[in-house]
């Protein structure tokens, strides 16, 4: 309807047009220069447009009108404070490669901020055919968060493309809720050509019939390969091979291979594994060892909430002495010391804890679990600098910085930086000089980000900043000071609090 869209273009000039262009126009009656009573004009009226300075039209922008595609994600915007238009304005394959490829090992505030942005509720970029969605399930699934992954693909919809199904499927597979994949794929065998998956489905819905024909066709039109009939024909036929050796292990397991050595009675270790397997140890399938171990690896990833750890060591008593045992009994002591609110107690159980968190790589873990009980214990001496510490590297920082264990410059250094303002007169090294920078009042978003943010591609403008901050924080203290410096430009303060906190706490090896 162009008398419609040159209506709506008008109505788009009205508004937009600068007011200062306007001047007096032309009259030769006085009375019509006089601007009627504001009190008259309705709200809703639109006033004369301002006489234009020049014969030229204005210039046009052009932009394409496209479906706005339903957020997805499994945290709302209004908790993680990350618009719904996180990715529109960037590129999908650019995107795409960020996501899968921002260093984030080893340092915990950036793996937080990655699971932020991988949850978080919003719409994909503009002309993308699912690779954002694709790369956030593929990132998620490398860190162990198996959960997410099935939950994510579902809110998506895991039956409108063939990759999402593959992507859901596994991950049905490795949580232990493979029947309501199986039940998809039976009813739409076009969204994953594989033949070992349709006939572990039929076995599992209890079509052995359909099962073993399946087998046989593709056994004799050489659909799949002598390794997996031999595994599918123990599946399907274990009475035959009772007593047999057992199968050779693939370097390499699929989920569906994983499944079906567990199911013949041949469990593949997952410790060798990648990271998504271990999700699989949790279940209760799985000796108590296993899940305490599985545990701590997804935790370290931050895949798994403290609590859950918490509960698994504290279920029962360690079973021997030694490597996870010592861990579990030390946290079973200084939970219990804290429990009843000993100061001496603490004093006591507070140094192995923190002894076991180090070996383990936990520390994090257990500032998140302990801090705020912590804080309510009053130690003193070097037991004091391990609680500050703990305080230091949890949420509660904030409130750890008024309450310094002594007056050393390094003490003093921590606190300020603690409260979002390091004092450079008191950094001691180059990392803390580094650190000051980045948070000096006369910092500037750095150009490359600002060129980002003005094309409204925050998302990309993020990860781009973890990524020189992964860069900083392996030596190039320059880069680490202008990544701190965007992060808290962009909104992100907390992050770059934490993160620089972290730096000073918890070395790099």
């Known amino acids: 309807m162009p008398t419609k869209n040159a209506a709506l273009l008008l109505g ?42 020049s014969a030229g039209g204005p210039d046009i922008i052009v932009t394409p009108l496209e479906r706005l595609v339903p957020p997805v994600g499994l945290v709302a915007q209004s908790r993680t404070g990350l618009p719904v238009s996180l990715w529109q304005g960037s590129a999908p394959d650019r995107l795409a490669e960020l996501i899968r490829d921002v260093p984030v090992t080893g340092l915990p505030a950036m793996q937080s901020l990655l699971m932020t942005l ?77 033949y070992p998956a349709r006939i572990f489905c039929a076995a599992r819905r209890g079509d052995w019939p359909t099962a073993a024909l399946m087998l046989e066709t593709a056994h004799a039109l050489e659909l799949i390969s002598k390794a997996e009939l031999a595994l599918l024909d123990r599946f399907l036929n274990p009475d035959i091979y009772e007593g047999m050796p057992p199968l050779p292990l693939p370097a390499s397991p699929t989920p569906l291979e994983f499944r079906l050595y567990e199911t013949i009675g041949e469990p593949m270790p997952t410790t060798a594994l990648p990271r998504a397997f271990a999700s699989a140890d949790l279940r209760d399938l799985a000796g108590w060892k296993a899940q305490l171990e599985a545990a701590e690896r997804l935790t370290r990833s931050r895949a798994m909430n403290p609590n859950q750890l918490l509960g698994l060591f504290t279920a029962r008593q360690p079973a021997a002495s030694g490597g996870i045992w010592d861990r579990v009994a030390a946290v079973q002591r200084f939970d219990t010391a804290l429990s009843a609110g000993s100061a001496e107690a603490v004093r006591k159980t507070l140094p192995p804890l923190w002894a076991a968190a180090k070996e383990a790589g936990l520390e994090l873990a257990m500032a998140d679990l302990f801090a705020p009980r912590l804080a309510q214990v009053t130690l003193d001496g070097p037991t004091a600098r391990i609680a500050w510490d703990l305080r230091l590297l949890s949420a509660d920082y904030e409130a750890a910085a008024s309450t310094p264990p002594d007056d050393s410059t390094a003490a003093r250094f921590l606190a300020s930086l603690a409260t979002g303002a390091p004092d450079a007169a008191l950094a001691a090294s180059a990392l803390e000089r580094a650190i000051a920078r980045g948070f000096a009042p006369e910092s500037t978003l750095p150009a490359a980000q600002q060129l980002l943010l003005d094309q409204a591609r925050l998302g990309e403008a993020i990860l781009v900043t973890m ?18 410096a965007a992060f808290r430009h962009m909104g992100l303060e907390d992050t770059a609090r934490r993160a620089a906190l972290q730096l000073l706490l918890l070395p790099r090896g």
């Open 118 to 194: 991988l949850l978080t509720d919003a719409r994909p970029p503009f002309r993308d055919e699912d690779q954002v969605l694709l790369a956030r399930l593929d990132r998620l699934r490398e860190i162990g968060a198996t959960d997410p992954v099935q939950a994510l693909v579902q809110e998506a919809g895991p039956t409108e493309t063939p990759a999402r199904f593959a992507r859901w499927f596994d991950a049905t597979l490795l949580n232990g809720d493979e029947d309501r994949s199986c039940a998809a794929l039976t009813a739409a065998p076009y969204l994953l050509d594989d």
């Open 12 to 53: 788009g000039l009205l508004l937009t047009t600068e007011p200062g262009w306007a001047r007096d126009p032309l009259t030769a009656i006085d009375w019509l220069n006089t601007a009627p009573p504001v009190a008259n004009i309705p709200a809703t009226l639109l006033l004369e447009p301002p006489v234009a300075q």
């Open 467 to 484: 990524k020189s901050f992964s860069h900083g924080a392996d030596g190039n203290l320059e880069t680490l000071a202008l990544s701190l």
